[in-house]
């Protein structure tokens, strides 16, 4: 005699809930301009490349697929140069809804977490007041700003983000480019961040390692224009001593010649003044030296051009006589960066 078991079917995998339409509207004009920048079909004729308010299912399925095929092609260094380049890292619902978007996937990728990572410490650029930028920056100052994209965030700190924290405590003792340059902190945090697997998706980590990528930014962008202010000073006082060129040969900075005309370094310099731009959220802003939002696409090299200015700061160093020197470092004596700043 055979008895037959009747066993329930397996429950299936559930699927991810379609995104909401509002937000895939949000996102795809961001998809339309990564799709043209990196030469990718786009399945809509270009007057349909406006989404309407509502859409019927199949349109809604349409977009949503589209996307998720973007996803897997584009790179983060792929969307981080796109939004550098335009204007459309300038909007809050824009940076959103994409925030969103990856935030909601069942399963993420290390590429998507990387674009989460980027993509929340350039929310919290754009929106952060700018009062916020002039003060000692805690996590609940991070959290109130991130409240419309992680909601309400506990906000004591977790212990094993604590070297995270002594990052951020060290960036407030540098006083110049190779205080900085000396250290890995950049590879430190990916580090923390690779270590931290699906912890990293807790909203009181997230605020942390918007906090830590945010103030490390910011440091190194103060100080390279702290560099470049006796770099300008150094070139001022050369020029006014009658000096023509200046050895950059010795200090990396130049292999076709052993010496460099004054008038080159000042055009270098005058390139290296647009490229780590600290820019105002808006063009009505004014732009301050503790904005930190780089608007030009420099942003991502900004070490390597930290160290170029640091190897010219040698070089105008070696070339100044002892009395210029004096005269020059005397010009950033009123403390440029207020302890505490960080």
Not at 244 to 258: E, I, N, P, R, Y
Request: charged share 20%; proline share 7%.
């Amino acid at each position: 005699m055979i008895t037959t078991l009747n066993l329930p079917a397996p429950p299936k995998p559930e699927s991810p809930k379609p995104a909401p339409w509002d937000e895939l509207r949000s996102v795809f004009p961001i998809y339309l301009a990564l799709a043209k920048h990196l030469q990718i079909e786009i399945p809509f004729p270009q007057n349909k490349r406006v989404l309407p308010d509502k859409a019927d299912p199949q349109l809604h399925s349409q977009v949503q697929q589209w996307l998720d095929s973007m996803d897997q092609q584009v790179q983060v260094h792929q969307l981080r140069h796109l939004l550098q380049m335009t204007t459309l890292n300038a909007s809050e619902s824009g940076l959103r809804a994409l925030i969103m978007r990856h935030l909601r996937k069942p399963s993420k990728s290390t590429v998507d977490r990387d674009k989460i990572d980027f993509l929340l410490v350039q929310y919290f650029a754009l929106c952060a007041p700018a009062k916020t930028y002039h003060k000692q920056i805690e996590l609940a100052d991070v959290a109130q700003v991130m409240k419309p994209v992680l909601g309400e965030v506990d906000c004591s700190p977790l212990s094993w983000c604590e070297p995270l924290e002594k990052m951020i405590v060290a960036l407030r003792s540098f006083r110049g480019l190779r205080d900085i340059l000396k250290t890995n902190f950049i590879e430190q945090g990916r580090k923390v961040k690779e270590g931290a697997g699906g912890m990293f998706y807790d909203p009181s980590a997230m605020i942390a390692f918007v906090r830590f990528n945010f103030l490390l930014r910011r440091t190194l962008i103060e100080l390279m224009h702290a560099d470049l202010i006796y770099i300008r000073a150094g070139i001022n006082h050369l020029e006014s001593s009658g000096a023509k060129t200046v050895d950059c040969q010795t200090f990396g900075l130049s292999s076709a010649a052993s010496t460099t005309s004054v008038a080159s370094v000042r055009l270098l310099t005058s390139s290296w003044l647009c490229a780590p731009t600290l820019s105002a959220p808006s063009s009505t802003s004014s732009a301050s030296p503790s904005r930190v939002r780089p608007s030009s696409r420099s942003r991502n090299k900004l070490p390597r051009l930290a160290s170029r200015q640091t190897a010219l700061r040698r070089a105008l160093r070696n070339a100044l006589p002892l009395q210029r020197q004096m005269t020059a470092n005397s010009i950033l004596n009123p403390a440029w960066k207020k302890s505490g700043n960080n």
